[in-house]
């Protein structure tokens, strides 16, 4: 905050904490003196209210004596000698009872007087006495005595405690009455019952009780709450109380009208105080101002800026200080920018380069934390975490971070070898150690891809393998073919020329083998034949029956003989355009898969089927199963369920690879433990050559 304002500001609290401490203590001191003088009035109102209502009770009691003293004068009493009796006593009526009539009088009924049934009052002593009786909703003060007259005299002086005989003894419109029991209202104003029913039910007991300040929507108000006797209901009896409320509101009023003069007064010493701070501090805090929001300006990095120097004395030496302070920052300031220029230049450039680079690349520092990386690596780090133990356990089989903690331990100057990732990719991964400084040692990661590499030095290898195989079956076959063409033509002439029956037959076995064998001969030749690269329209059940003859005296890795392969085809299988090398190759490796899963002497089954579109081959095996959690990956390059030194795993890749080069589609369904079948479809070609 700037000095001025905060001077004034400090000045304007000093005086509103001045005003605030006197309001609230003057406050305070009204609040209780009117508290004080409420409580007081309350005590007065409600002794006033209670003697007035008592004062009735005394009225009674003294009318029923003259009554009473009338009647043992004259040893009799009318109606007429009774009205003139109570003429002016303000009693609303007289009910007059024997043993054989009973009739009211009405003597001096209020406005609101509402006669009670006769049938229901009733002598409760054989003295005079004042009762109180609830009839029919209405609350009657009732005094009651026998008269000791020959026919049995029972005389009522009957008053209605109504709204005008409370507004009687009440006598100004600064308080209100209620007449009530514990729990049910009597007679009086209903505004006053929740505060009747509701305040001070643990006092019940009491004969006097005061509560203050109790709160409703019309505003605050004073109670007063006293005993002034019983009655008789259906409960048994009930003590009866009158309850006094006088309206707190004009004692707020009064501290309402204390706190606004004090707050008026503090307001107007207030402002007359700002006025005068405004005068008094406006030549010592302007140049002060000056230079501070000079100050905010070379914060915001504006060094050119100058002040004038009008002011004299202190003030002025340290507006020139600023000044020449200014003009040096200006000059740092641009040579910073242009070295920050060739800086962000640079950094933008090895950025550039690095992200560039398509081999993931990243820096580790010596808490194994992922410091720096290139777009390659993000990619390559599935997870996004920046813990190098997490992302190669994640991404890689070998255990990796026992290398990387001995580069960065200086244990081995760098590091180099090819590893497989858990997705079945190849990486070139090299380590080499970075020296920042003698405090922190850190290491670079680079992973190149040679997936692609590797797989195609894989082929070049195999088709090495099978072009040496090819010539070496070639040979073999010239070579076997000669002598068995003797073979056969010198047995065929034995068994012509023999005529012992045993003989024929053993001669005739010998036929039949070496017929066998030159049928392997023609297989294994087709199989290696080069021509096979053109493509043709193929028949699916004979290139099976053709797999199935040559891989049929092959063996397990253990040396057993394999299952038995049964083809189940439809007849009128269409023929498929495809190249024929390439359909027995799917139908070998998928037999080769079955044959080393399957254990003992289980059939596989080659079902094979077609519609209008497409042929559908099933190759079925009762084997061991592939996991659920492992068949997503089995069309990916390398990988293998099987032991070290029994597969490659590219069998399926390159089985997937030829189907979708032909627009077919592959599926899996496969559970461990209930064997594995696996069905390729491949589109329906008309026309053509079929093999």
Aim: hydrophobic letters at 40%; one cysteine or more; a negative charge.
């Amino acid at each position: 905050m700037k000095l001025y304002p905060k001077l004034v500001l400090t000045i304007f609290f000093l005086i509103l904490l001045q005003s605030l401490m006197t309001t609230v203590v003057v406050s305070t001191t009204v609040r209780n003196d009117s508290l004080r003088d409420a409580r007081f009035m309350l005590s007065r109102k409600a002794v006033f209210i209670a003697n007035n209502y008592h004062s009735w009770k005394r009225h009674l009691w003294k009318q029923l004596i003259r009554i009473r003293e009338e009647s043992v004068r004259n040893h009799e009493l009318d109606d007429e000698k009774i009205e003139d009796l109570l003429q002016t006593s303000r009693i609303d009526g007289v009910l007059v009872r024997n043993s054989k009539t009973e009739h009211f009088l009405a003597v001096n009924p209020s406005e609101d007087f509402v006669a009670p049934p006769p049938g229901e009052l009733k002598i409760l002593y054989n003295h005079p006495a004042i009762h109180l009786f609830r009839l029919q909703g209405r609350l009657y003060l009732v005094g009651g005595m026998t008269l000791p007259l020959e026919k049995g005299y029972e005389i009522y002086l009957i008053k209605h405690i109504s709204g005008s005989f409370l507004k009687n003894i009440v006598l100004d419109a600064d308080g209100r009455a209620l007449i009530h029991t514990s729990t049910d209202y009597l007679a009086g104003n209903l505004e006053l019952q929740p505060f009747a029913f509701s305040e001070g039910r643990e006092e019940n007991t009491k004969a006097y009780a005061q509560w203050h300040d109790l709160q409703n929507d019309e505003g605050s108000w004073n109670m007063a709450r006293a005993k002034i006797g019983w009655i008789d209901n259906e409960r048994g009896p009930s003590d009866v109380y009158i309850t006094t409320i006088i309206s707190n509101e004009a004692y707020r009023e009064r501290i309402r009208s204390i706190e606004t003069t004090l707050l008026s007064v503090s307001l107007v010493t207030l402002f007359l105080t700002i006025l005068l701070s405004l005068v008094l501090t406006r030549s010592i805090t302007r140049p002060v101002a000056l230079l501070a929001r000079a100050m905010d300006q070379i914060s915001a990095g504006e060094y050119h800026i100058r002040l004038k120097q009008k002011t004299k004395g202190e003030l002025g030496i340290m507006l020139q200080g600023f000044n020449d302070m200014a003009s040096r920052l200006h000059q740092d300031q641009l040579k910073i920018e242009k070295s920050l220029e060739e800086i962000t230049f640079l950094n933008e450039f090895n950025e550039e380069i690095i992200h560039t680079i398509r081999d993931a690349l990243a820096v580790i520092d010596g808490n194994l934390e992922i410091e720096k990386h290139n777009y390659a690596f993000h990619l390559l780090n599935r997870t996004r975490t920046l813990d190098l133990g997490i992302f190669l356990e994640d991404s890689f089989e070998a255990p990796l971070l026992p290398v990387v903690q001995a580069v960065l331990k200086g244990e081995c100057d760098s590091w180099s070898q090819r590893v497989r990732s858990r997705r079945g990719r190849i990486f070139e991964l090299s380590i080499y150690p970075l020296h920042r400084d003698r405090q922190q040692m850190m290491c670079l990661l680079l992973f190149e891809d040679i997936s692609d590499k590797n797989a195609y030095e894989e082929r070049i290898m195999q088709a090495e393998k099978l072009s040496s195989i090819s010539m070496l079956s070639a040979g073999i076959a010239h070579e076997v073919n000669n002598p068995l063409s003797s073979i056969m033509t010198n047995i065929q002439n034995l068994i012509a020329e023999e005529t012992d029956g045993e003989k024929r037959e053993y001669m005739t076995l010998i036929e039949d083998e070496s017929l066998r064998i030159a049928q392997i001969i023609r297989d294994l030749m087709n199989f290696t034949d080069r021509d096979q690269n053109r493509i043709i329209n193929c028949s699916l059940p004979a290139t099976a029956d053709e797999v199935c003859r040559l891989i049929r005296h092959s063996r397990r890795p253990d040396g057993s003989a394999i299952p038995s392969i049964r083809i189940e085809a439809d007849p009128g299988i269409p023929p498929v355009h495809i190249n024929r090398g390439e359909l027995m190759q799917i139908f070998l490796n998928l037999l080769q898969n079955a044959v080393h899963a399957t254990p003992g002497d289980e059939a596989i089954i080659i079902e094979i089927e077609a519609d209008k579109q497409n042929v559908r081959t099933r190759v079925r095996d009762r084997g061991c199963g592939i996991p659920e959690e492992r068949q997503g990956s089995v069309f990916d390059p390398f990988f293998t369920t099987k032991i070290n030194g029994e597969g490659t795993g590219l069998g399926l890749s390159v089985v997937y690879g030829i189907i979708m080069k032909y627009r077919g589609g592959i599926t899996i369904d496969s559970g461990e433990g209930k064997g594995t079948v696996v069905e390729f479809t491949l589109p329906v070609e008309k026309g053509g050559r079929e093999l």
